[in-house]
C-alpha cells in the first residue's frame, strides 16, 4: 500500500504527542528529530526536509502553539497543513484548451508507465467527465509500444489514432491533432516515445512536438519507487523541456513515498494524477490533503 511504511513510522513519532494537553518545545523537538528521520528514510529529498522541519518548528514552537499552551493535536495539525503544503496544497487540475480539442502531451521514460497512464486517463476523462478523448501512438521506437496502446484501445473501446512506426512522431502528433479536430475530440491524449535514460535525442525530439502541436499539457510520467531517481528525472524534464504536470505511478506500491513527497518542492510542478494499480481504473487525481492524511493518519 502507498506510504504505508512512512505512515507507521510517522504515526509511531506523534503518538506521544498526540494526547498531550500541553506540549513543551522539547516534546516538538523530539518529535520532528524522528519525523525527521522518517522523512529521509522514505527517501523524502534531503533539502525538502530540512525546509520542512524548519517551517514545521516554526510554526508549533512559535506563538501559535506555544504560547497559548495549545494540545498535542495542534501540533500534529500543523505537521498535516505543512505536509499538505508540501505536495502542492490544493489540487491541481488538468489544463484545458479554451477551444477544444486540449491536447496531452505523455512523456516519461521507458517502463514508467506512460502508455498504461495514457489509456487509464483517457478512460477517466470519459468515465468521469464524459469527455471524448483520442489517443495517438507517438512512440514509433519502442517494439509493440503502438500494438500496445492500439490493444488498450480495443479494450477500452477508445479511438486511437496510429500511422505506424514509418512516420516521424512530429508528423503523427500533428495528424492526430487535426484528426481530433475533425472528429470533435475533446481530448487528444499523445504517448511519445520514452528512453532508458533522459538524453538529447529524446529531449530533442519531444520538443518538436512540442513546438509543432503545443499542448495545453505536458504531462510527466514517473515511477514512484524509483524515488529521488524519479525526482531527478522530474527536474531534467522540466529543465529541458517544460512540463506542466505529473503523473506519480506505482504508488499502490511505494511504501516509502519519498519522491511523491519532494517532487513538487523541488521541480515547482504538481502532481495531477497517481497511479494505484496495473488496471485501467487505477488512477486518481492527486489530492496533497488527502495524501497527507492518509500519510499521518
Ligand atoms: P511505458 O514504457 O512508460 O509506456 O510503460 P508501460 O505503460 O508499458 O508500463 C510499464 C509497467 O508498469 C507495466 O507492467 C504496467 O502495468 C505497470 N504500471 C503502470 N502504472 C502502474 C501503477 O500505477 N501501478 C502498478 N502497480 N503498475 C503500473
Redesign the pocket.
Known sequence: MAFEGLAERLQGSMKKIKGKGKVTEQDVKDMMREVRLALLEADVNFKVVKQFIKDVKERAVGQEVMDSLTPGQQVIKVVNEELTELMGGEQSRLNTAQKPPTVVMMV??????????TGKLALHLRKKHNRKPLMAAA?IY?PA?IK?LETLGKQLDMPVFSMGDQVSPVEIAEKAVAEAKEEHHDYVLI?TA?RLHVDDDLMGELDQIKAAVKPDEVLL?V?SMTGQDAVNVAESFNERLGITGIVM?????DTRGGAAISVKAVTGKPIKF?????KSD??EPFHPERMASRILG
Open positions: 516519461g521514460l521507458q517502463g514508467a508507465g506512460k502508455t498504461t497512464t512512440d519502442r509500444a500496445q504517448d520514452g510520467v515511477d505511478t506505482k504508488l499502490d506500491g497517481a497511479g494505484m494499480g496495473e487505477a488512477l
